[in-house]
């Protein structure tokens, strides 16, 4: 996915592909470069312009009875907030996005570091065994997580 531009959808096809030639996956993580992004500090592209999973992609996901779907974007969903100098909204389906995954009881989770070592060699795709130990915060719905990623053998 890393060869989608800062600030598009992610394409469908690109993911369906990946999927058929994956049968059985619980969890999909998204090597989009979004987090790459970020070097140089807190610049404009990394807060508002990642490759993201639109509402096309999220209904399809959403009948994978995928567990789990990650990113190294910002957010799994383009930005749709309110207007920033010089930026605007890349979508207006961001909310919707988490919804239809989190309706299906779809864990998301967001701007995951190191993916990219997971590919190492030019894989497409990595064969992973993962853990994300979330923190425990009364009342909430989300929490900051240590991602781990084991690779297996060959």
């Known amino acids: 996915m890393s060869s989608t531009p800062a600030g598009k959808p992610i394409p469908l096809d690109t993911v369906r592909k990946h999927l058929e030639q994956k049968k059985g996956s619980e ?14 500090g807190n610049n404009s592209r990394y807060l508002f312009e990642w490759p993201y999973v639109d509402l096309d992609l999220a209904q399809y996901l959403s009948t994978k009875g995928l567990k789990a779907v990650g990113t190294d974007g910002l957010s799994i969903a383009g930005w749709g907030g309110g207007s920033v100098p010089g930026h605007g909204p890349i979508t207006s389906t961001a909310r ?7 309706r299906m009881g ?15 060699g030019g894989k497409e795709f ?29």
């Open 27 to 40: 969890i999909l993580l998204l090597h989009t470069g979004g987090h790459s992004l970020r070097r140089g």
């Open 96 to 102: 919707e996005v988490h919804q239809t995954l989190l």
């Open 106 to 120: 779809t864990i998301i989770i967001e701007e995951l570091t190191n993916l990219d070592k997971l590919l190492q």
């Open 126 to 154: 990595a064969d992973v065994y993962t853990i994300f130990l979330p923190l425990r915060i009364d009342g909430s719905d989300g929490s900051p997580v240590r991602a781990v990623a084991l690779k297996r053998r060959d």
